[in-house]
């Protein structure tokens, strides 16, 4: 009778446990995406945004470019933003690295970094970010930059064109290029 307790209770567990690993790994699944985001600092719509959709149909994330501020009101970045739907603009990005860490990243398109063209950057015209925690790999690729010089040494973003991929990654693979958490 006490072996036939251990066996179910050992079956439920198995059961609760293969459930929580299936819907965790659904939730990671999106639909992929291909976008072309666009700013223009002449444009009052630079508020570029697209929902990341679950293969559920629901949205699973929120991609937007936001536009970093120098003191004179300047835009001096733009940043390339992962979140989950509803998160506010304080939320972490999710396309942070974990721990510590400084410095551009492939998803920073700075003024400063841009000037000297887009093959002289620290990225190059095309990057590539993995999320190996959420099982996302994120292609970029700038296709038209344009920056300005408003004083000596200070350049500010007057236009920008990515086009964008974001995919599933195989979680058994692990990239050389990984660059992400």
């Known amino acids: ?50 929902p990341i959709k679950s293969t559920d149909g629901s949205a699973a994330y929120v ?24 998160d506010k603009t304080n939320v972490p990005n999710l396309l942070e690295p974990k721990g510590r860490w400084h410095g551009l990243q492939a998803y920073d398109f700075a003024a400063g970094d841009l000037a000297g063209g887009v093959q002289k950057s620290a990225f190059g015209e095309k ?4 999320l190996k925690s959420l099982g996302l790999k994120i292609r970029i690729v ?23 991929e974001v995919n599933n990654v195989k979680t058994e693979r692990h990239p050389k290029e990984q660059k992400g958490n």
Do not use: C
């Open 1 to 50: 009778m006490a072996n036939d307790h251990f066996y179910r209770y050992t079956f439920l567990i198995l059961l609760v446990m293969l459930g929580l690993y299936t819907n965790a790994s659904a939730k990671s699944r999106i639909v992929p995406l291909q976008s072309r985001a666009t700013f223009s600092a002449l444009s009052s719509e630079n508020n570029w945004s697209i």
């Open 63 to 86: 991609l937007s470019l936001e536009p970093q501020f120098d003191v004179g009101h300047h835009i001096v970045t733009l940043e390339l933003v992962l979140r989950y739907p509803g």
């Open 127 to 130: 990057r590539l970010v993995f």
């Open 142 to 164: 700038i296709s038209k930059v344009i920056v300005s010089q408003f004083s000596a040494g200070n350049y500010q973003l007057d236009a920008l064109e990515l086009q964008i």
